[in-house]
């Protein structure tokens, strides 16, 4: 059983699936989204605001591979694949719904 979001997503499918995508679950690891103010520089994101992604998706994502995608268009991708991967992880209860704690 994995004891966090980062070692669940290692082995799992890549969800970002751009054009050129590896399919590698070998190289899947967990892809944060930068955006929204939620992280400084020269910091990452929490864990919930990231989805698995193969090495090159990740790279494509991150700006350090070249593509045909705008920021945009890579931005919706993006949040496709959090919907996909929260939705993935409620429904086997690794995120537990219950409410706020106290």
């Not at 690891?29 to 864990?47: E, M, S, T, Y």
Request: glycine fraction near 10%.
């Amino acid at each position: 059983m994995p004891r966090n979001l980062r070692q669940l997503a290692a082995g799992q499918p890549c969800y970002l699936r751009l054009q050129g995508c590896s399919h590698d679950r070998e190289q899947t690891v967990l892809c944060h989204i930068r955006r929204g103010g939620i992280a400084g520089v020269g910091q990452k994101p929490c864990d919930a605001a990231a989805f698995p992604a193969c090495e090159r998706c990740h790279g494509i994502f991150d700006g350090r591979y070249r593509s045909s995608y705008t920021r945009t268009q890579l931005d919706a991708e993006a949040l496709r694949a959090l919907c996909q991967w929260l939705a993935y992880c409620w429904e086997r209860e690794y995120i537990i719904p219950g409410g706020l704690a106290a």
